[in-house]
């Protein structure tokens, strides 16, 4: 596509739900990361996908995050039994292989855990 | 462990008033990047810096990398109002093999 497209744009969940978000990325891009903003904060990164290769899941906060990635294209980040901490933007951004100009950022999913 | 650090964190200026934002980062590398973010808006990229000296300008805006001092800054010049938003620098350390490192961005108020 044109851009990197997340969805949903905003999510109100209960503590304790799982939720999904998803990120499809710039087609061609062969890298894709996943950053959290919480409120007034910088951007955390949580897990970074690569081609093939093993996601980089460095990032990822707890057992209860995981992502995954299909036919390198489109990523699913899941967040299982929300609690109210997990409330932030989850950005998604994508890249070509090496990144040298930089990321194509999406314009994220909003997610309040109450 | 890469520290990237951006001073100040927030910034009130008069319009028509210059000033410096400045980017430091505790280790190697000779690629720098700047964001803008608008309130509720996702980052748009504004200057790709790739080498020791490189500056870029746009607008009112001016980037420059010193990679021996570890140093980027982003120059405002003669502020305006739509320039208000949040400014982020990033620190590649692994030519594009690891994710960007990001500062805790600064936040730019432009007052009349």
């Known amino acids: 596509g044109a851009g990197v497209s997340q969805s949903p744009s905003n999510k109100v969940t209960e503590k304790g739900k799982d939720v999904e978000l998803r990120c499809d990325p710039i087609s061609g891009h062969t890298a894709l990361y996943w950053y959290r903003q919480s409120l007034g904060q910088g951007l955390e990164f949580l897990i970074y996908?690569?081609?093939?290769?093993?996601?980089?899941k460095s990032g990822l906060p707890s057992d209860r995050f995981s992502a995954e990635r299909t036919g390198g294209s489109v990523s699913t980040l899941t967040i299982q039994r929300t609690q109210q901490e997990d409330s932030a933007v989850y950005l998604c951004a994508s890249s070509l292989q090496g990144a040298l100009y930089g990321y194509t950022f999406g314009s994220g999913t909003r997610l309040t855990v109450v | 462990e890469l520290k990237v650090e951006q001073n100040p964190l927030f910034l009130s200026m008069q319009e028509g008033k210059n000033y410096t934002i400045y980017c430091n980062y505790s280790t190697t590398s000779d690629r720098l990047y700047w964001y803008r973010q608008d309130p509720g808006k996702s980052l748009e990229s504004l200057f790709v810096l790739l080498s020791n000296g490189a500056v870029k300008q746009e607008g009112r805006l001016m980037a420059s990398l010193d990679t021996k001092a570890r140093l980027s800054t982003l120059h405002i010049t003669a502020a305006v109002h739509d320039l208000s938003a949040t400014y982020f620098c990033a620190v590649d350390v692994n030519s594009g093999n690891t994710p960007l490192v990001f500062g805790k961005g600064t936040r730019l108020s432009v007052i009349a």
């Open positions: 996908f690569q081609g093939n290769s093993a996601p980089d």
